[in-house]
């Protein structure tokens, strides 16, 4: 108990909450840029672009000062452009692809799944077993996920199983990122790694990007770039530091858990922002969502 309520304890919390309440406002971000016409890759691209003013500022001025200056090892050097090709890039890339196919609160729905992954590859790599109790967490999340789905199993946009399959997939790379930077930085400076992580990340999209779109698509009118401005700092900066701070302090099982808060927003701004219809049986599923990921220790 005075674990749970001790200074380290709330400051992990409080960035956990943070960072997964501006990861759900970019599903509705990403949803409103979609009507302005950008196409997947594009808006993945930019997003990037303007995180990347964020994180180079961030490496540059911690650089100057002489902090994280430290010799990286071969075993680092790999796993960072495993985590940023393997795990960022193609997780970022799948969640966009889907949103493009299916509605926010959805997609959001489906991605919130992670944490269960998280307990699974965790279980693998420690070769532990997983509690009675967590196994029916499991249960509940995935029950939930299916009503959540029923819906639209009679739906006219026959994209819509595609839709699902990449935010799955999304979720289950997250979910090995995660894992990732818990299990091998998180006794290191964490904002280093993972400024490191983006970047290696953000070679692959850009990469991605100019082997297969015009150079002249990451023109845009104003009100897009203003969109896309907010996503990049309110919606990826701020988040991907506050959750490695988070993960640091409190553990990757125990902020996956936290992070129930972002359906519930998402759920909230779909229907009031994009006007997204949602049906009790939906609502009910993603109570039960919820509250699976809730009790999963």
């Not at 691209?45 to 650089?63: P, V, W």
């Not at 889907?98 to 420690?126: E, K, Q």
């Not at 029950?143 to 997939?169: A, C, D, E, T």
């Amino acid at each position: 108990m005075t674990d749970l309520f001790s200074s380290k304890m709330k400051l992990g919390i409080f960035l956990v909450l943070l960072a997964t309440t501006g990861f759900a406002g970019k599903t509705i971000l990403t949803k409103l840029a979609y009507r302005e016409g950008l196409d997947p890759l594009t808006l993945l691209t930019l997003r990037m672009i303007m995180a990347g003013f964020f994180f180079l500022a961030t490496l540059t001025f911690n650089l100057a000062r002489g902090h994280w200056v430290f010799k990286l090892t071969l075993k680092q050097m790999a796993l960072i452009v495993i985590l940023g090709i393997g795990g960022y890039y193609i997780s970022s890339y799948l969640d966009f692809l889907g949103l493009y196919y299916i509605d926010a609160n959805l997609g959001r729905m489906i991605l919130f799944l992670y944490p269960t992954m998280v307990v699974a590859i965790n279980a693998i790599i420690t070769k532990t077993k997983i509690h009675n109790a967590t196994k029916i967490s499991l249960i509940v999340c995935y029950l939930g996920l299916f009503l959540m789905m029923i819906p639209n199993l009679g739906s006219p946009q026959k994209n819509f199983f595609i839709g699902f399959v990449y935010i799955f997939l999304s979720a289950l790379t997250y979910a090995f990122y995660l894992v990732g930077v818990d299990r091998y930085f998180r006794d290191h400076a964490i904002n280093f790694f993972v400024s490191l992580i983006f970047g290696a990340a953000s070679l692959a999209i850009f990469t991605h990007f100019f082997l297969t779109r015009p150079l002249v698509t990451l023109f845009q009118p104003f009100n897009v770039y203003v969109l896309i401005f907010v996503m990049a700092s309110v919606s990826t900066v701020i988040p991907i530091y506050a959750l490695s701070y988070g993960l640091a302090l409190i553990g990757a099982s125990r902020a996956a858990t936290l992070s129930m808060v972002g359906p519930a927003f998402t759920l909230f701004m779909g229907f009031y922002i994009l006007d997204e219809k949602i049906v009790p049986i939906q609502i009910l599923g993603a109570v039960l969502m919820i509250f699976g990921v809730s009790r999963i220790k």
